[in-house]
């Protein structure tokens, strides 16, 4: 059974150090770093969407890219979530592998064109990748 109040107290950690983190980078006067660190995980999913509309992306990239949103959409996890950085460690890890897969099936340029975010973002995404 699920202890509902550790699962509340988890999540209210995770996410006051992800706020202090946030305003910190603002406080040292890096607000453009904190503005692309809170838009990264929608930049990644309008990146996909974009992705699989691509007709120049092959039938089986864009099955990988369908099953990793199906993936973080589900409330099923490898770790769950609610497992301060861990949790979303996995996730990570299953977004940077399919990215990985893109980017050596020759279209990291359809994935720099297709970012919605910041170049720097991108750039980030693609060492990690």
Same mark, same amino acid.
């Given at each position: 059974?699920?202890?509902?109040?550790? $699962?509340?107290?988890?999540?209210?950690?995770? /996410?006051?150090?992800?706020?202090?983190?946030?305003?910190? !980078?603002?406080?040292?006067?890096?607000?453009?770093?904190?503005?692309?660190?809170? !838009?990264?995980?929608?930049?990644?999913?309008?990146?996909?969407?974009?992705?699989?509309?691509?007709?120049?992306?092959?039938?089986?990239?864009? /099955?990988?890219?369908?099953?990793?949103?199906?993936?973080?959409?589900?409330?099923?996890? /490898?770790?769950?979530?609610?497992?301060?950085?861990?949790?979303?460690?996995?996730?990570?890890?299953?977004?940077?592998?399919?990215?990985?897969? $893109?980017?050596?099936?020759?279209?990291?340029?359809?994935?720099?064109?297709?970012?919605?975010?910041?170049?720097?973002?991108?750039?980030? $995404?693609?060492?990690?990748?």
């Amino acid at each position: 059974m699920i202890d509902w109040t550790l $699962l509340a107290i988890s999540a209210a950690v995770a /996410l006051g150090l992800y706020t202090a983190g946030m305003a910190m !980078l603002v406080v040292v006067g890096r607000r453009a770093d904190a503005a692309a660190m809170a !838009l990264f995980v929608p930049d990644c999913l309008v990146l996909f969407r974009r992705l699989l509309g691509d007709a120049r992306i092959p039938r089986w990239r864009k /099955l990988l890219v369908a099953a990793v949103l199906v993936y973080l959409a589900t409330p099923i996890d /490898l770790v769950p979530d609610f497992i301060p950085v861990v949790g979303a460690l996995d996730d990570a890890i299953i977004v940077a592998i399919a990215l990985r897969a $893109l980017i050596r099936g020759g279209h990291a340029s359809l994935v720099r064109s297709h970012w919605p975010g910041p170049a720097r973002s991108v750039d980030a $995404l693609m060492r990690i990748a």
